[in-house]
């Protein structure tokens, strides 16, 4: 069964970096596109960061740019988010998302989506 795990969120103070990683079993998305979500309480889930199935395309949106990197790893069939000078308005659940189709594309919207993980966790205190 194709899994998506999401791992490193934590409690971290205001200023702090971690980096979440996502590890993909189950089969290959090597050839996938992938995401990252995050949704914080009362609000939906919205797009942090994407990057094409090589890695060379990559898009982080406007609010976490310069501080919010993704990056994967096919060798360990891992997919990152390095997050640097965090905010308490960081604070949600992260999600991992992988989408099998235009795997050359950033994919924004989560219906574009097939896989996801269960979720790690992020809090930023101030």
């Known amino acids: 069964q194709a899994q998506l795990v999401e791992s490193g969120g934590g409690l971290v103070q205001s200023g702090g970096s971690l980096i979440l990683s996502c590890a993909t079993s189950?089969?290959?998305?090597?050839?996938?596109?992938m995401g990252w979500f995050r949704q914080a309480p009362g609000k939906g889930r919205q797009f942090v960061a994407g990057?094409?199935?090589?890695?060379?395309?990559?898009n982080v949106v406007d609010g976490v740019k310069g501080r919010f990197t993704v990056t994967r790893d096919h060798d360990k069939n891992a997919v990152y988010l390095h997050m640097i000078s965090l905010r308490p308005k960081d604070t949600a659940v992260y999600y991992c998302?992988?989408?099998?189709?235009?795997?050359?594309?950033?994919?924004?919207?989560?219906?574009?989506?097939?896989?996801w993980g269960q979720g790690t966790q992020v809090t930023v205190s101030s």
């Open positions: 998302a992988a989408a099998s189709r235009n795997r050359n594309a950033i994919h924004k919207i989560s219906e574009e989506y097939n896989d």
């Open positions: 189950g089969r290959s998305f090597s050839n996938y596109a």
């Open positions: 990057l094409s199935w090589s890695g060379a395309i990559t």
